[in-house]
């Protein structure tokens, strides 16, 4: 599978206010994943979105996906402080990504409470 | 519910000693099983990938090897340590066939010392 690049690196903001980071990536695929880790800790799956789907949904989550531009950003909305952690994207090519999701150096989001 | 266990937590290993890291799954037949590291202030390698018992694919030559000795069992091993090992090790899985996203284990702090 390819790497996703996400961007910014880091992201500091006050605690209630909304979080955007972003996601670009290389080549079609089948669907892109976001993923969540705490300090020391393992990834936690956030949401999927597959490539015929433009925006979802889950609770203070939007991940929106552009295949035209092959890009996703991912919205935390009235951020808290437990929100601080580290996001990964992770594009997965057709095939079912058996060959294991790769995963870049992620987007450090830290709340400021 | 389908559940995964990484053991230990913590490990603190001295250079040229053997190292066995065990991760097994609960609650779900003929998952992907996976290794990844993570050095300090890097994102995650993909060390080794498993689609079936005995079956092993390696993205990165190295002082690692893996094995699936049962279904939902992965071993993580080395004869001998090098201090370029330390690191957070994660186990995950995912359904065969792929298409959804991945369930990680709570991961390994390696130390070699």
């Known amino acids: 599978s390819q790497q996703g690049e996400e961007d910014p690196q880091a992201l500091s903001i006050q605690e209630g206010e909304n979080a955007t980071m972003n996601c670009s990536y290389k080549t079609s695929i089948n669907n892109l994943q976001w993923y969540r880790q705490n300090s020391g800790r393992g990834l936690v799956h956030l949401i999927l979105i597959r490539s015929n789907e433009r925006e979802k949904h889950s609770g203070r989550l939007r991940v929106t996906l552009d295949t035209s531009k092959k890009s996703s950003s991912l919205l935390i909305t009235a951020s808290r402080a437990a929100d601080t952690a580290s996001y990964f994207c992770a594009p997965m090519s057709s095939g079912g990504g058996a060959d294991g999701l790769t995963f870049g150096k992620g987007t450090h989001l830290i709340i400021q409470p | 519910s389908q559940t995964i266990h990484q053991w230990p937590a913590t490990l603190v290993q001295p250079v040229g000693s053997p190292l066995s890291l065990e991760c097994t799954v609960e609650g779900t037949s003929n998952p992907n099983l996976y290794w990844y590291r993570q050095a300090a202030g890097r994102g995650l390698q993909l060390l080794f990938y498993s689609v079936g018992i005995g079956q092993i694919s390696s993205e990165v030559p190295q002082n690692l090897s893996a094995s699936r000795p049962q279904d939902r069992q992965f071993i993580l091993s080395s004869k001998k340590l090098l201090l370029s090992d330390s690191g957070f090790y994660l186990c995950?899985?995912?359904?065969?066939?792929?298409?959804?996203?991945?369930?990680f284990g709570s991961g390994t702090r390696l130390t070699v010392v």
């Open positions: 995950a899985w995912s359904v065969r066939g792929g298409g959804s996203g991945y369930t």
